[in-house]
Structures are given as structure tokens and as C-alpha cells.
């Protein structure tokens, strides 16, 4: 397994990106300060300039996830496709959520 450090930094909603182009995201480890309740929602770009929100195709809503703060989150294989890049968003795209401090999550790949 190999890992890879997502950041939000302090007074943001959005992470740094990451490319997951030739691995298996099989896990997220959630940060110990984590506000409370506040739910993470996927972002995917082609690109790694432009990003849109990971949505739910049968109920076209964002796919997000709730956060247990400092827990090891698993994440199915299928979730996100290959040659893609990752960033994460602190609450939803049209209600974005800035963390007080930064928030660090570690991604788990094979």
C-alpha cells in the first residue's frame, strides 16, 4: 500500500490535488480535527485545472460521504475511474464549508 497527503488548508473548503492515475483508492483516513458533521464531497478533473463534483447518476446529487473525525474511512475500488486527479471539498460545491484549521487526510492506495 501506498499513501498520498490531501491538505484543506486553514479557512478553506478545497484540498490540494493529487493524480490517482494508475492506482486503487481503497481507503481515506480522516483527520482528527475534523468539524464535526460536516460531510466530504469528491472532486474529478481530467485535467488537473478543472474540477467538478463527483455526482450520484440515479439520484443527481453530489456524491459525498459522511466524516467521522479520525477514522479510517473505506472507499470501494469502483468509485473513481483512472487518469483522473482528486481533490476534496469540506461540505458541498454550493455550500462549501471552511475548515478553521488545516486538515490533512491521508489516501490509502494500492
Excluded: C
Aim: glycine letters at 4%; hydrophobic letters at 40%.
Amino acid at each position: 500500500m501506498a499513501t498520498a497527503t490531501l491538505t484543506i488548508p486553514a479557512n478553506q473548503s478545497q484540498s490540494n490535488a493529487v493524480s490517482i492515475a494508475s492506482v486503487d483508492v481503497v481507503a481515506l483516513i480522516a483527520p482528527a480535527g475534523w468539524t464535526a458533521g460536516v460531510r466530504l464531497t469528491f472532486l474529478l478533473s481530467t485535467d488537473a485545472t478543472n474540477f467538478y463534483p463527483l455526482s450520484d447518476v440515479s439520484s443527481e446529487l453530489y456524491h459525498s460521504i459522511p466524516v467521522a473525525p479520525g477514522s479510517w474511512m473505506p472507499i470501494g475500488s469502483s468509485t473513481f475511474p483512472k487518469n483522473i486527479s482528486l481533490k476534496l471539498q469540506s461540505g458541498y460545491p454550493n455550500a462549501p464549508v471552511r475548515q478553521p484549521t488545516d486538515q490533512v487526510f491521508t489516501l490509502v492506495t494500492t
